[in-house]
């Protein structure tokens, strides 16, 4: 590996000596840059990222304690070698303070900075390959989850050698857990950037996604099941903040791809319930297998419009380009149901995840899923689960 070395000092001839104080490249190290004052180096430090520098004290406009508290935020890891022409105690203990790796007194001894320098690359190259290894690690602990997860998901795990497994891997799913189902419809074309990605690719990026996204939340887990399908853990969130971060994701995901997103979620109410759901969601997702085009569109925005309180058949045949007609007749065919049965249904259902969450009002969740009015919503509840609201939430839950 090239080392990068920065030299901060104002006075030329010191300047010169320090860049001629041995072949810095028989110890691998570039001298990327030199500067003549504080506010120069500060500039070309953040730019370049040297691994090194060699800073004089008395510089003009940022002297070099000065300077090195304001790279520290900067180079976190870089080494930091004191030049000085004060043989003051203050100015070193300040220099100890702000853990500068040696404090060397002009005029400076050559053999002394190349012996400072050889120490400091050391510490660098421990540092570097400490980094390297946990990488690797990391990458090899991913690599274990994802099939840990995919043989959870199937029932190969049992209970007890999965909580084992969360030890092992240092799994944290607690409180109520969010689970998400990402897939990508390739056949569909939504005119992206990127026309001809390849599966690795888009699987990657929309992985990436899904993690910037949710990198505000504290904990969570994205990997991918044997069918290409991702699955995302989000602990300790209700369902209306999952669907929530889900639409942010499908959007954001949809926009930058140019493909179609489709997307469902579940809450769990404890992670034993993982394999249920898991299987759960992933024969919702399949339904889309075999539908045409057409219909795998409108299915897709009425599962992310359904809160709306005006979609209707005609808003749904506009954008997917055709005749309310001849749309309905399509969904009627390859749905088994009719346009505002199919809706209703997934209203309901959305309603049903909503009820997990005790502090929510049966009024409010009508909203959520699109009804004008309580009236509405129960009785559109009671024709698809055959029971009241009310009667749901008193633990009467025979609907499947």
């Known amino acids: 590996m090239l080392w990068k070395l920065l030299i901060a000092e104002d006075e030329t001839t010191i300047r010169r000596g320090l860049r001629n104080a041995a072949n810095w490249e028989d110890y691998s190290i570039e001298i990327v840059g030199e500067a003549e004052d504080g506010e120069i180096a500060l500039e070309m430090a953040i730019e370049l990222q040297p691994h090194i520098l060699f800073v004089d004290i008395n510089m003009p406009f940022l002297n070099g304690l000065e300077l090195i508290k304001e790279l520290r935020e900067h180079l976190p890891e870089s080494i930091f070698i004191v030049i000085s022409g004060y043989d003051q105690f203050s100015y070193a203990q300040q220099a100890i303070k702000m853990d500068v790796f040696d404090y060397i007194l002009k005029p400076v001894n050559t053999e002394e900075l190349k012996k400072t320098v050889m120490n400091a690359l050391e510490i660098l190259e421990t540092t570097t390959r400490n980094k390297q290894l946990d990488l690797q690690l990391e990458d090899n602990r991913q690599i274990l989850k994802e099939k840990f997860f995919q043989e959870w998901g199937t029932g190969q795990i049992s209970d007890e050698n999965v909580k084992k497994r969360f030890q092992l891997l240092d799994i944290k799913l607690e409180g109520q857990v969010g689970i998400s189902m990402y897939k990508v419809v390739k056949e569909i074309d939504e005119g992206g950037t990127e026309q001809n990605w390849s599966e690795t690719l888009i699987s990657f990026s929309l992985k990436n ?38 639409r942010e994701i499908k959007e954001f995901a949809e926009r930058f791809l140019g493909r179609v997103i489709l997307c469902n979620e579940q809450i769990l109410t404890n992670y034993q319930e993982f394999p ?110 055959g029971i009241s609201p009310t009667v749901y939430r008193s633990g009467a839950k025979s609907y499947e």
């Open 276 to 385: 249920t759901y898991f299987k759960s969601l992933r024969k919702e997702i399949t339904s889309y297998n075999g539908l045409s085009p057409m219909v795998i569109l409108a299915k897709d925005y009425i599962d992310h419009h359904y809160f709306e309180h005006s979609i209707s058949l005609n808003e749904v045949a506009d954008m997917v380009q055709v005749s309310p007609t001849y749309l309905s007749k399509k969904i009627k065919t390859e749905l088994g149901a009719s346009f505002i049965t199919y809706l209703t249904k997934v209203r309901i259902n959305k309603a049903l995840m909503l009820m997990k969450d005790p502090y929510l009002k049966i009024y409010e969740i009508a909203d959520m899923v699109g009804y004008s009015t309580q009236h509405y919503f129960c009785n559109a509840f009671k024709k698809v689960t």
């Open 209 to 246: 996604i899904i993690g910037d996204v949710l990198k505000a939340y504290p904990y969570y887990e994205v990997f991918e099941d044997y069918s290409g399908q991702t699955i995302s853990l989000l602990p300790n969130i209700d369902m209306d903040e999952l669907i929530r971060v889900n």
